[in-house]
């Protein structure tokens, strides 16, 4: 049962950016506290951007200043913004509730900083 819908991943040089796009199919999207997670190859899924339903937001120190997550409930959208990208934010990125949801995990998109 497919909850959400990743986009916007690609290849890009360290320093560049991206922006990422979850398209949500779940009623009543503006209600949840919405995440992003990614999972480098061999490492655990961590949470890199938390939004509630008011837009307040929380990034970890690893990402800090460098990601920004935003949301368009209306459009049953979420975002994330990513500047300044290092090698070590590689990695395929997945939106969910928080906590997750085990059933809602999508495809993600593959996010890979290489020059």
């Known amino acids: 049962q497919v909850q959400f819908v990743e986009s916007g991943g690609g290849l890009v040089q360290p320093g560049g950016s991206l922006r990422l796009s979850c398209l949500g199919f779940?009623?009543?999207?503006?209600?949840?506290?919405m995440g992003w997670y990614r999972q480098a190859p061999g490492k655990q899924r961590e949470l890199v951007a938390s939004?509630?339903?008011?837009?307040?937001?929380m990034y970890p120190d690893s990402v800090k200043g460098r990601f920004t997550i935003s949301r368009d409930n209306a459009k049953n959208t979420l975002y994330l913004q990513m500047d300044s990208l290092k090698p070590e934010d590689t990695a395929a990125y997945y939106c969910?509730?928080?906590?997750?949801?085990?059933?809602?995990w999508g495809q993600g998109t593959q996010v890979t900083v290489s020059s």
């Open positions: 969910n509730l928080i906590p997750p949801n085990r059933n809602y």
């Open positions: 939004s509630t339903s008011g837009g307040s937001t």
């Open positions: 779940k009623s009543n999207f503006s209600r949840y506290v």
